[in-house]
Each structure stands twice: as structure tokens, then as C-alpha cells.
């Protein structure tokens, strides 16, 4: 069946580094992919998504290329604030019966 | 609108008992999902339903779990008899399908179930 792997967290890092979170995935046919963040005490909110292969979801200064070849969808932005403090999500949309799995999150602490 | 409303927020419960859980869906949408969330398993998807009707269930964990949705504003979760192991946070969320390819959801804020 389908599945998502992200790199396990903790991830700690100052304010202004750069960040990546690094997410794969297995899935019969052509996924789309999403990046959720859940703030503390609060549900998810879509982040970002690519529908099709080398699409570039970005939203908030993050991004994610669709990369069929290496199955990947990593996330990236280039100077991170104390407020990206959250957990991340990676996650596939099977299009043939509309479900979303998930990874396990990865939990992203900003230290100022 | 006011997003996805889920109640309660926090419950706390006795072994053995009955416990239900409350959705309320955006208005229009037309799938819903529950969705439970615990540190060892990640966030696991329960059971999903589109126009009230249940249309995967296969991550309901055992007969101790039932899900209902009425009607198109509201879902019931519910664990009944309730186990210590039943602990985590259980999230409904909501889509419509006049969304594009790359489908969205909607997320509540969660119920957080204790079980002790």
C-alpha cells in the first residue's frame, strides 16, 4: 500500500538556518503531495502541495519539488523563524479513492 | 465559516466507559474523516465517509470503535468500552469536492482522549 517516510525528528535550529526536512514516498500511479503543519494545540493546516511531477509547491517561503525520479518530496526554506516552530507532515493523496496518509512528523524547534 | 468544530476539546474518562466524540464538518463539504493521532503511530486515518455514507473503515481498530454521520453537518466518533490504549488525540477533518486535483482538508482542533 502507500506510504510516507520523513526524516525523524527532533530537528533544533537557529533562527535565520536552513531547513530541510526530508520526505519519500511509495504509491501505485501518480500521487499528489502535501506538506501539513500542526502548531502546538491545534489541527493541521495545509502548508503546501504538487500535483504532478516537477511541480514546485512553495507557500511562507518553504518549498517542495515533486521528484518522480527519486520518489521524494523534501521540504525546504532558506532562512527559518521562530515561528516555524511546529511539527511537519508529509503526506500522499491516493486520487483513486481520495485518502491522504501521512508520515509520522517531524517536530521543528526555531531557538532564537 | 468557522472551520471544522470537534467537541470536546479535552475528555478524560474511566476504563470501561462509553466515550463519543463530536464533528461538526465545513458547510458544503462532503467527505469526512477521522483521523487519530498518538507518538508511536503518527496520525492514522480511521474511517472516511462521503455524502454521510462510511466508505473505508478499514483503520477502525476493532469492534470497540463505531463512527455515524446522520447527516451532512455532523459525525460521532465512538469507543465504547473505552481502553487506557484508546488514549491519543482524535481529529476530524472535512473536503469538498469541487476542490482542484491536490485535495485539501480541513482539519478541527482535536479532541484529546484520556483513558485512565
Known amino acids: 500500500g502507500d506510504s510516507v517516510t520523513q526524516m525523524e525528528g527532533p530537528v533544533t535550529l537557529s533562527e535565520e538556518a536552513f531547513l530541510t526536512i526530508n520526505c519519500t514516498y511509495t504509491?501505485?500511479?501518480?500521487?499528489?503531495l502535501f506538506w501539513y503543519v500542526q502548531y502546538p494545540g491545534e489541527g493541521l493546516q495545509l502548508l503546501l502541495k504538487a500535483t504532478k511531477a516537477d511541480d514546485k509547491g512553495s507557500n511562507k517561503g518553504f518549498e517542495a519539488t515533486y521528484r518522480k525520479e527519486t520518489t521524494s518530496f523534501h521540504l525546504e526554506k532558506g532562512s527559518v523563524q521562530v515561528s516555524d516552530s511546529a511539527v511537519y507532515f508529509c503526506?500522499?493523496?491516493?486520487?483513486?479513492?481520495?485518502?491522504?496518509?501521512f508520515g509520522k512528523g517531524t517536530l521543528l524547534t526555531v531557538n532564537p | 465559516d468557522a472551520g471544522v468544530i470537534q467537541s470536546p476539546r479535552h475528555e478524560v474518562t474511566e476504563m470501561g466507559q462509553e466515550v463519543t466524540l463530536r464533528c461538526k464538518p465545513i458547510s458544503g463539504h462532503d467527505y469526512l474523516f477521522w483521523y487519530r493521532q498518538t507518538m508511536m503511530r503518527g496520525l492514522e486515518l480511521l474511517i472516511y465517509?462521503?455524502?454521510?455514507?462510511?466508505?473505508?473503515d478499514s483503520g477502525m481498530p476493532e469492534d470497540r470503535f463505531s463512527a455515524k454521520m446522520p447527516n451532512a453537518s455532523f459525525s460521532t466518533l465512538k469507543i465504547q468500552p473505552s481502553e487506557p490504549r484508546d488514549s491519543a488525540v482524535y481529529f476530524c477533518?472535512?473536503?469538498?469536492?469541487?476542490?482542484?486535483?491536490?485535495?485539501?482538508?480541513?482539519f478541527g482542533s482535536g479532541t484529546q482522549l484520556s483513558v485512565l
Open positions: 477533518a472535512s473536503s469538498g469536492t469541487t476542490l482542484s486535483r491536490g485535495e485539501k482538508l480541513f
Open positions: 465517509f462521503n455524502n454521510n455514507v462510511p466508505i473505508d
Open positions: 504509491a501505485t500511479g501518480y500521487p499528489s
Open positions: 503526506a500522499l493523496s491516493d486520487r483513486s479513492n481520495y485518502k491522504l496518509t
